[in-house]
């Protein structure tokens, strides 16, 4: 199974590094797809909403698209939602092999739960454009998580962890088709401490 990791997060950093929470989820996702024994796979980020031939092809060639995005006032971010749009034309008017579609949004509120609506619209996408949909995931504490970088602070979310290994074991089809929602392993009052602590470190190095 070759799989398509899709970054739907517009942040940029000043580096032009990634560094939102979506591609920190996608990297763990990676190492758990590799669990799964899936090596294969190709990376896109939308930034932009506009879907590029060679973007259509590359995933096309891929047998699961697995989604990461933040969730913008409950739902799906403008740009996607034009890039997700221009796919659904593409499968109508062409066709497409079968591929499995799975979705990881992270929200700015502590509870995970808040993502639910947002993962529910890109399991309606998916339908109509004959996709199947698998698996969702719903992480809260999504600035924490960006923050603290691709590994630090994953002592945290040891729920996310756990909420991983279903997300993949579903979007790989070794496990039942699901929808988890985690949130961070602290209290809300101790999660925005800690935001805070780590926003004035970075405003004091700029």
């Not at 947002?118 to 339908?127: G, K, P, Q, R």
């Not at 979310?157 to 961070?184: D, H, K």
């Amino acid at each position: 199974m070759k799989a398509a990791l899709i970054n739907g997060s517009p942040r940029i950093g000043i580096d032009k590094s990634d560094v939102s929470a979506s591609q920190t989820l996608l990297t763990m996702a990676k190492r758990y797809l590799r669990r799964n024994h899936v090596h294969d796979y190709e990376e896109l980020h939308c930034k932009t909403g506009e879907l590029k031939e060679k973007d259509l092809e590359l995933l096309m060639g891929c047998e699961l698209w697995i989604l990461a995005f933040p969730v913008y006032c409950g739902g799906i971010p403008s740009h996607l939602l034009r890039f997700l749009q221009a796919i659904e034309e593409a499968v109508q008017m062409s066709g497409a092999p079968e591929i499995y579609v799975a979705a990881m949004a992270t929200g700015n509120l502590y509870e995970g739960e808040a993502c639910a609506p947002a993962i529910s619209m890109v399991a309606n996408w998916a339908e109509a454009s004959e996709l199947t949909f698998t698996s969702g995931l719903g992480v809260g504490g999504g600035p924490v998580l960006a923050l603290h970088g691709p590994y630090a602070g994953f002592r945290h979310w040891r729920s996310l962890g756990r909420a991983m290994t279903q997300f993949v074991e579903g979007a790989t089809g070794r496990g039942a088709v699901t929808r988890i929602y985690c949130s961070p392993n602290m209290r809300r009052r101790t999660l925005l401490i800690r935001l805070g602590r780590i926003l004035r470190k970075k405003w004091r190095a700029l």
